[in-house]
């Protein structure tokens, strides 16, 4: 059974940082994109980041030049280190990650974090 679980995740003042974490446990054979997603209250859920297992990046337009992403393959953890945050990014965030366990491939899901920004 593969697991993800998100981390970092609260409160912040427009213009402050969160790094949100997102580790993998249970047997994990080897993992595809990971991806960073969000969802705010009545919006539908969107890609804001995600990267490949080359490292290749990409983001939305929205959150170009103040998040990243990175990824340890060691640890089997993702990272979104978000800068300059706004009432904007106000969401709880969800990781996704394809995965090849015992299983076989599927994509799994984290229970997601919450982000707030004050203003």
């Known amino acids: 059974q593969v697991q993800l679980v998100e981390s970092g995740g609260g409160l912040v003042q427009a213009g402050g940082s969160l790094r949100l974490s997102c580790a993998a446990s249970g047997s994990i054979f080897s993992v595809s994109a990971m991806e960073w997603y969000r969802q705010a209250p009545g919006s539908q859920r969107e890609l804001v980041a995600g990267i490949t297992t080359g490292g290749r990046t990409n983001y939305a337009d929205s959150v170009k030049g103040r998040f990243t992403i990175s990824r340890d393959n060691a640890k089997n953890t993702v990272y979104l280190q978000m800068n300059s945050l706004n009432s904007e990014d106000t969401a709880v965030y969800y990781c996704?990650?394809?995965?090849?366990?015992?299983?076989?491939?599927?994509?799994?899901w984290g229970q997601g974090t919450q982000v707030t920004v004050s203003s």
């Open positions: 996704n990650w394809g995965v090849r366990s015992a299983a076989g491939w599927g994509i799994y």
